[in-house]
DNA sequence: GCCAACGTTGGC
DNA sequence: GCCAACGTTGGC
């Protein structure tokens, strides 16, 4: 069981969202190291820290779970989609995406709050200039976080 | 809207 | 293979 931090921007698909259709894919990943993430290391099952990015608030906003394995990202195929790659074929497809299923909104915890605590400082999504959108979490930051969504509120 | 940081592209 | 130019990300 491995950890994962994805980025979502919430105009696009939100912690709201995914707790109303139960189940997303992760679709519009073009980075290759975040494909070589889901291609290569998610496993179903494994915890996912959901982040709202691109917003008035950034910060972990619930947890979901990887639902699928990696399989073709629809989006690259669809000419009328920002995520449109013309360089890609349905014989060799480029960009992948996982299903990531709800589990459970908490406490929202800002990003400011994040870097208040050493705990988490060697996080990747902390790192000045990172962009990556899906990143590995450590066990013990897992449990670090998933205490601070469970403060002040009993969704568990 | 600004801008730093980063990834990709393409000429050479 | 180098590297400048460009586009994108994403916090502020």
């Given amino acids: 069981m491995a950890y994962w931090l994805m980025k979502s ?15 997303v894919p992760w679709f519009g990943v073009r980075n290759y190291q975040a494909r070589n993430f889901m291609r290569d290391a998610m496993k ?22 990887v639902a699928s394995a990696a399989y073709a990202d629809a989006t690259q195929f669809d000419p009328a989609s920002p995520y449109f790659d013309a360089k890609s074929s349905p014989g060799q497809p480029r960009w992948l995406n996982v299903d990531v299923a709800f589990v459970a909104r908490g406490r929202f ?48």
Avoid at 44 to 65: E, K, M, R, T
Avoid at 122 to 127: I, K, R, Y
């Fill in 9 to 23: 921007e919430p105009d696009e698909v939100s912690i709201d969202d995914l707790a109303r259709l139960g189940r």
């Fill in 44 to 65: 179903l099952g494994d915890g996912v820290l959901f982040y709202h990015s691109g917003c008035a608030v950034p910060g972990i906003a619930g947890l979901g779970q």
């Fill in 109 to 156: 915890v800002p990003l400011t709050e994040l870097r208040c605590h050493p705990a988490l400082a060697a996080m990747g999504v902390l790192q000045k200039g990172s962009r990556l959108s899906i990143t590995p979490v450590t066990a013990e930051e897992w449990q670090f976080i998933t205490r601070k969504l469970m403060e002040l509120n009993d969704v568990f």
